[in-house]
């Protein structure tokens, strides 16, 4: 899917502009026994202030499983959200990206920048520079963490470089993150360590469909789905799920 440059997206920013916009879609959640594995709505936003950085913020909902119907997780983002029914929130978060300098990739092969796919392929063409990047990052939760990594054409890999966290926030060591754009969709995954547990394991996925209207009824959570009943509580709430139910970011 081809995307506008905004006019005023700062020059530093060209390398990340694919981000920019709004994604909504479906995702897991998953981590050892500490969260069972679940289907998740989620939204991402990329924009900016006309500055030399991204503003990402990113929410999870739970989502209503007598409402939403089963997935198949190879159907795009936009599919796959529409037949979800979102519940409360689980997590919501906003980061800043800020890239710091760019580098020629090492070895022989050659990329062109693609619009819809992450997969690199050797073409001949020009080489695509590395994007260096620092990101800060807050949840409600009780967490900051300074993060480092690159962006390359459609791919992009973060890790946490120090995570701070309130005296009552659960424990978190260290957390990855990798971005694609592939067929169109952003798909990105979070690997984390956390809980006591030392090595990194896999904790979120997604996959994301960019939304170029709002307001369309089709882009929208649960289009998919019948009404929901009218007596009883809305299915989604405004108000993030008990601390017991957000673990963490």
């Given at each position: 899917?081809?995307f506008t440059l905004p006019d005023d997206l700062a ?214 789905l019948d009404p929901a009943e009218p007596e009883g ?17």
């Open positions: 899917m081809a020059p530093e920013l060209y390398p990340l502009a694919w981000l920019a916009g709004t994604w909504r879609g479906y995702g897991i959640l998953t981590y050892g026994e500490t969260v069972p594995e679940q289907a998740v709505y989620q939204e991402m936003t990329f924009d900016h202030d006309g500055g030399p950085y991204l503003r990402q913020t990113t929410t999870i909902w739970t989502v209503d499983a007598t409402r939403s119907k089963n997935l198949d997780f190879e159907m795009p983002g936009l599919q796959g959200a529409s037949l979800l029914a979102p519940a409360q929130i689980w997590s919501t978060e906003t980061t800043y990206w800020r890239p710091v300098g760019q580098e020629q990739p090492d070895g022989a092969e050659t990329t062109e920048p693609a619009e819809d796919d992450a997969d690199t392929k050797g073409s001949g063409g020009p080489l695509v520079p590395v994007t260096q990047l620092e990101l800060v990052s807050a949840d409600p939760a009780g967490h900051v963490a300074v993060w480092e990594g690159w962006i390359q054409g459609p791919r992009a890999q973060v890790g946490t470089q120090a995570v701070g966290r309130a005296r009552t926030a659960v424990p978190v060591e260290e957390m990855t993150r990798m971005f694609g754009l592939v067929g169109g969709d952003l798909m990105w995954t979070q690997d984390m360590a956390a809980f006591g547990q030392s090595e990194v394991t896999t904790y979120a996925s997604g996959r994301l469909g960019r939304v170029d209207d709002l307001d369309d009824p089709a882009a929208q959570p649960g289009s998919a509580e809305s299915s989604t709430s405004s108000s993030p799920a008990s601390d017991d139910a957000e673990p963490t970011v």
